[in-house]
């Protein structure tokens, strides 16, 4: 083997141009708080928490503490047919955090793999109830749940299906629920798009309530571009999911632990679907972990299996992974401790004035928010969809900011310890570079 001893090539990184990036490196090398520190030691305002997911900011000393005890005292236990007090004592906690009836919880490594054990649970749940021929499940357009097959086969994005061929059979799509010409630079929910759950009704109809498993949304779509629910929209689809036995699934990876200035969609929008999931903010980032959250009807129909039998014939080497949960209890108790729910809901009005003030700045088509999630969207540039976003990404980094764009968008999603002054910095920043950028 001939490796140059730091040298880029054999890292083949995800999500990325992986030439044009080592060409001109961009790294990370610590991180306190609201900021990174870059490897030419430039400190980094983080509008994106890391990737949506270190909601309480970054390195907070109990969540590091708890994660260097546990690592010293038991650095990994097996759940199949063992267990360690962590995991049941952490599952209880986010069940406690949840609406009454959501009681059960999978844990997982990643957001992915919550879904893929979603979607499991769901064909599996029908089955034991005896309709094991509700095999379909319905995904949206615009839609993400990861990386994968069956993430990425409920999930509503061309290039899924352009690269990986025609993945799991039996899947539909409503469609996505976004709509410039009625509702560009709404401030929270948009008023028009609920009658879009309806398509569900002509997907119901097409293949037979029969044949149906479970359709999953999520609540907000973050990843294809901050897709906020038009008003009325989710209570539709829980609507006519119930009229016809089809489980709802809300992919609450971004959603989830305060990023809407709720501690989950699900409560601030009043709706409570079957199953949810849940990984990012759960350890704010800091041990990967997932977590799929069930009713106790859909568990309860499991629980009728023969004495001795595995109810669930399923898991992962690193469910509950001990140190993830050490970070996980550590993690809420950051989160309540500091108020930092609450404290999102207090930061959202002024968030949204902010990020609604880069209305009218150059190439701007929509500004849209929601909680502690704005979406700036860009009118693409002929020919080259999201090479404009691109570079005022990478004008932003040289600027001093973390953002993260998705095609045309900018997503602004700040960790919820962020101050008023950290707002104006993003939007300061993101404006400035906007009148920069081709
Ligand atoms: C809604 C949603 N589901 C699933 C995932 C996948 O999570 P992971 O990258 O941890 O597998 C993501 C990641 O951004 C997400 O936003």
Redesign the pocket.
């Known amino acids: 083997m001939d490796v140059a001893v730091n040298s880029l090539a054999e890292f083949w990184m995800p999500f990325t141009a992986n030439r044009q990036f080592k060409q001109s490196p961009r790294l990370l090398v610590a991180a306190k708080d609201m900021h990174y520190t870059s490897h030419d030691g430039r400190r980094i305002l983080d509008s994106t928490s890391g990737?949506?997911c270190v909601n309480a900011g970054h390195c907070r000393p109990k969540i590091s503490e708890a994660i260097a005890r546990q690592a010293a005292t038991m650095d990994y236990a097996p759940v199949f047919q063992m267990g360690h007090p962590q995991a049941f004592e952490l599952a209880s906690r986010v069940a406690a955090m949840l609406p009454d009836g959501l009681e059960h919880v999978f844990f997982s490594n990643?957001?992915?793999e919550s879904?893929d054990t979603a979607l499991k649970i769901a064909l599996a749940y029908h089955r034991a109830r005896g309709e094991g021929q509700r095999t379909r499940l319905i995904g949206r357009e615009r839609g993400?749940?990861?990386?994968g097959f069956g993430?990425i086969s409920v999930g509503g994005i061309g290039n899924n299906r352009k690269h990986f061929g025609t993945m799991l059979g039996g899947v539909d799509h409503l469609p996505h629920t976004h709509d410039l010409a009625r509702n560009a630079f709404s401030r929270g929910q948009p008023q028009y798009g609920a009658e879009l759950a309806d398509t569900l009704e002509r997907i119901v109809a097409l293949h037979d309530p029969s044949t149906i498993a479970a359709v999953i949304v999520?609540p907000l779509a973050?990843?294809t571009g901050v897709l906020v629910p038009p008003v009325g929209y989710l209570q539709r689809l829980r609507d006519i999911c119930t009229k016809y036995g089809i489980l709802l699934i809300f992919?609450e990876?971004?959603s989830g632990f305060g990023r809407l200035g709720s501690p989950f969609a699900t409560d601030l929008f009043g709706i409570t679907p079957d199953i949810i999931?849940l990984?990012?903010g759960i350890t704010n980032a800091t041990v990967p972990m997932?977590a799929t959250v069930v009713s106790n009807t859909v568990h309860e129909a499991f629980m009728n299996a023969p004495d001795g039998a595995i109810e669930l014939f399923h898991g992962y080497t690193y469910s509950g992974h001990v140190l993830a949960c050490a970070a996980a209890l550590a993690t809420l108790d950051t989160y309540a401790e500091e108020g930092l729910f609450a404290r999102a809901a207090d930061l959202a009005p002024y968030f949204e004035d902010a990020v609604h003030s880069l209305k009218g700045h150059p190439h701007v088509i929509d500004v849209r928010n929601l909680g502690l999630v704005a979406g700036v969207e860009l009118a693409a540039r002929p020919g080259a969809v999201g090479t404009r976003a691109y570079d005022v990404f990478v004008a932003c980094y040289n600027a001093g900011l973390l953002t993260r764009v998705t095609g045309d968008i900018i997503a602004i999603s700040p960790p919820l310890i962020a101050e008023r002054g950290h707002i104006d910095e993003m939007v300061g920043i993101i404006g400035d570079v906007l009148k920069t950028v081709a």
């Open positions: 990737l949506w990643s957001g992915s879904v993400y749940h990861g990386v993430g999520e973050g990843s992919d990876v971004i999931t990984a990012k997932g």
